[in-house]
């Protein structure tokens, strides 16, 4: 996914005191937990990518559990079919969210390993390491945005286009993630990180004449991702990045991560890229 011209940056000064705004507020409330576990099934439905995954995500769940956080992990399945040419594709998307108390700030994977259980299953485990935040406020449930004109199946070049209707004043963070590359879309060089008002329809690309978000296949006939909508009622710049917006999954979920629930409002969506 590409962008297209970009013009000059904010104040690194006015990025940075924000960075440490919301780092110090992180370190004000994390638990650090050990030697944590979790573990997966490959079978004819979970490949090994999907099963280490799954695997992660359940060591995470773990350690919030170990750090005292009660049940509340939130686990979305999703299945998105499409049919390319001859060729029938399934893609699995596991998204794990907090809704309540807490989350995985960041981790380090200090063992991981396939064997056959008991039950002649192979399994995935992963055991981890992970910083817990303890969340000191829930969501705004008066904190929402409807969200226009993002699909689930794009072609090859085509351009992506969607609005945005939010019932409070709100900025956005929008991230595009496919395999392990993931970037920032908005804001950039070219397009300032601006106000959204309350209950006004905003359509981006905002300077839709000067700039277009493109989806492009790379290397496949067809590529799978996610694109990651951050709505946040103050400005909190992504300054992880290089100088092409380009950053990884990780630091993207440990930012998002790093925001007060109820400061933020978040959207995972998955879509396909085809010829």
């Known amino acids: 996914m590409t962008n297209g011209k970009r013009a000059a940056s904010n104040s690194i000064l006015f990025v940075f005191l924000l960075f440490l705004s919301t780092t110090s507020f992180a370190q004000k409330n994390t638990q650090k937990v050990y030697n944590v576990s979790g573990q997966a099934f490959i079978n004819e439905l979970i490949t090994p990518k999907q099963a280490r995954e799954l695997a992660l995500n359940d060591a995470k769940s773990n350690a919030l559990r170990k750090a005292g956080i009660g049940e509340y992990i939130k686990n979305n399945l999703t299945l998105l079919s499409s049919t390319v040419g001859d060729k029938y594709d399934e893609y699995i998307n596991t998204?794990?969210?907090?809704?309540?108390?807490?989350?995985?700030?960041?981790?380090?994977?200090?063992?991981?390993?396939?064997?056959?259980?008991?039950?002649?299953?192979?399994?995935?485990?992963?055991?981890?390491?992970?910083?817990?935040?303890?969340?000191?406020t829930k969501p705004d449930v008066n904190f929402d945005v409807r969200l226009f004109g993002v699909k689930s199946i794009y072609k090859n070049r085509d351009n992506l286009e969607f609005s945005v209707q939010p019932t409070i004043d709100c900025y956005l963070n929008f991230f595009s993630w496919v395999d392990d590359e993931s970037g920032l879309i908005y804001p950039n060089d070219r397009e300032k990180s601006a106000l959204l008002k309350a209950a006004t329809t905003v359509k981006f690309p905002i300077l839709s004449e000067a700039i277009d978000y493109k989806l492009i296949l790379?290397?496949?006939?067809?590529?799978?991702?996610?694109?990651?909508?951050?709505?946040?009622?103050?400005?909190m710049k992504f300054i992880q990045k290089d100088a092409n917006q380009n950053t990884s999954p990780d630091e993207i979920i440990s930012w998002i991560n790093a925001i007060p629930l109820d400061q933020k409002k978040v959207f995972n969506m998955p879509f396909i890229i085809q010829l």
């Open 95 to 136: 998204e794990q969210q907090s809704q309540l108390e807490g989350s995985v700030l960041d981790y380090e994977i200090i063992n991981e390993n396939k064997f056959i259980n008991d039950e002649k299953l192979l399994v995935v485990s992963i055991t981890i390491n992970a910083t817990v935040m303890k969340y000191q």
């Open 218 to 235: 790379n290397h496949k006939e067809n590529e799978k991702g996610r694109f990651i909508f951050v709505f946040t009622k103050t400005p």
